[in-house]
Structure formats: C-alpha cells, structure tokens
Nanobody
Framework: QVQLVESGGGLVQPGGSLRLSCVVS????????MGWYRQAPGKQRELVAV???????NYADSVKGRFTISRDNAKNTVYLQMNSLRPEDTAVYYC?????????????????WGQGTQVTVSS
C-alpha cells in the first residue's frame, strides 16, 4: 500500500506564489512518474505537470513558464513551485505517483493519488 501526503495549498493573491509538496510512503519497489493534476469546480481533472524517473518534464500549456515541477528521489517527494498565480489556477491540486510493486512474483505498475489540496487565487 502507498500513501501520498500533500501540503502547501492555501489562499494567495494574484501574482503570488505557492509551493506544493507531496511525500510518498509505503511499500513499493520504485517510483516511476510523479506529477500534479488539478480539478476546478465544474471541470474535469487535468494534468498540470509530470516528471518521470528519467527524461524531461511535461507541463500543461496554461502553466508553462510559471510552474516548475521537481522531485527529490531520496525523500520520495515531488514539488510544484507555482509562481505568477492567476485566479484561473484556483482548483484542488492532486499529487499523482506511479510505482512499481511486486505482485505474484512480477513487477507491476500502480497509479496512486493524494487526497488533494486546495489552492485559491483571489484578491
């Protein structure tokens, strides 16, 4: 079982910054991709940013140049630095992780989600 604990959400004025963190714990062989999604009221959940275990990061067009995703593999933690926040960034932000776990003598991929943290951008 894998647990994801998010922190760092809150209320911020337009143009401000926030840093989200997500710590992954539990039983797994390794972590593949880590990322952040968000869901605004009345809208579908959408990708914000993802960072694989190797290779380049990927961002939604709406956050490119403003948000930066990073990970600390030693701490099993993924971060999302959000700058120049806009009211349209208001949403619940969900941490995502893909892990490899042993199942019936095979390594298999599993996707897990955090509980979500509210980010509100308002004056």
């Amino acid at each position: 079982q894998v647990q994801l604990v998010e922190s760092g959400g809150g209320l911020v004025q337009p143009g401000g910054s926030l840093r989200l963190s997500c710590v992954v714990s539990g039983s797994f062989f390794s972590i593949n991709a880590m990322g952040w999604y968000r869901q605004a009221p009345g809208k579908q959940r959408e990708l914000v940013a993802v960072i694989p275990s190797g290779g380049s990061t990927n961002y939604a067009d709406s956050v490119k140049g403003r948000f930066t995703i990073s990970r600390d593999n030693a701490k099993n933690t993924v971060y999302l630095q959000m700058n120049s926040l806009r009211p349209e960034d208001t949403a619940v932000y969900y941490c995502y992780v893909q892990t490899l776990r042993w199942m019936a003598a095979e390594l298999k991929e599993y996707d897990d989600w955090g509980q979500g943290t509210q980010v509100t951008v308002s004056s």
